[in-house]
């Protein structure tokens, strides 16, 4: 399974970081882009973008499908702390929370479940 497949089968654009909810398309410039991320041959994948290609959205879909179908931990790095933190809350906790297998491996989730939705 291909990072594509697995995106397009699984992932789901939370309504919390997204400007539309709903099921996951892989647009035809991107499937080259996310297959790429996620082939392990291919060791750096140098990219050249406007703003909004739906970049974050791709790599989320990517790191989805290394943590859920090919069982690897994965670090995504931010510029600053409270720059990680705006990221975490809202993408990363967004997208496991509306991706159920992604949540199915997130146990933590379910006790931090209140402190996720009062932020």
């Given amino acids: 399974m291909t990072a594509v497949e697995w995106a397009d089968q699984n992932y789901y654009l939370p309504k919390e970081s997204s400007y539309g909810e709903g099921e996951w398309k892989t ?11 996620g082939n392990d041959q291919v ?7 406007s703003a909004r290609v739906g970049y974050t959205k791709m790599l989320l879909g990517v790191v989805g499908y290394f943590i859920e179908h090919k069982s690897r931990n994965s670090l995504l790095f ?6 990680a933190e705006d990221f975490m809350k809202s993408h990363v906790e967004a997208t496991i929370r509306n991706v159920p297998c992604l949540k199915d491996l997130s146990p933590w989730l379910v006790v931090n479940i209140v402190t996720i939705l009062s932020r």
């Avoid at 647009?27 to 991320?37: R, S, T």
């Avoid at 060791?43 to 973008?49: G, M, P, Q």
């Fill in 27 to 37: 647009l035809p410039f991107q499937i080259a882009i996310m297959n790429c991320m």
């Fill in 43 to 49: 060791r750096t994948v140098n990219l050249i973008k």
């Fill in 78 to 83: 931010q510029p600053t702390d409270s720059a």
